[in-house]
């Protein structure tokens, strides 16, 4: 039951490109944003669909596969746990981001680079 405490699985597209990167240490992290999008009826009866936009970080071998297959516009389901970390922006500015930290992934749909 541990394993459930901060678990978040999430379905959509990626809102760009992966951004890879290598670190001296070796290690290699990818990074994305996926939107998620839900429908529902307002009291009138009008559909309404609202999108959220998810930060995603993945670390280990899982990179390869990301940095290969994945591109704008790709669907994809993905499993993490939520984290959340401050940072100091380019002017000195504390921010604060929320992020899908990747333990799992399947992919749904991709495209390919003559779909762009």
Do not use: C
């Amino acid at each position: 039951m541990n394993s459930l405490r901060n678990k978040v699985q999430l379905i959509g597209n990626l809102g760009q490109n992966p951004e890879i990167r290598t670190f001296e240490n070796g290690k290699t992290m990818a990074r994305f944003s996926m939107a998620t999008t839900d429908s529902y009826l307002d009291g009138n009866g009008k559909k309404i669909t609202e999108t959220q936009w998810h930060n995603v970080v993945a670390w280990g071998p899982v990179v390869k596969v990301i940095e290969k297959y994945l591109l704008k516009g790709s669907e994809v389901a993905v499993e993490g746990k939520l984290t959340h970390r401050s940072y100091d922006d380019k002017e000195g500015k504390k921010s604060q981001i929320t992020e899908v930290v990747l333990s799992d992934m399947v992919m749904l749909r991709t495209k390919s680079k003559q779909e762009d």
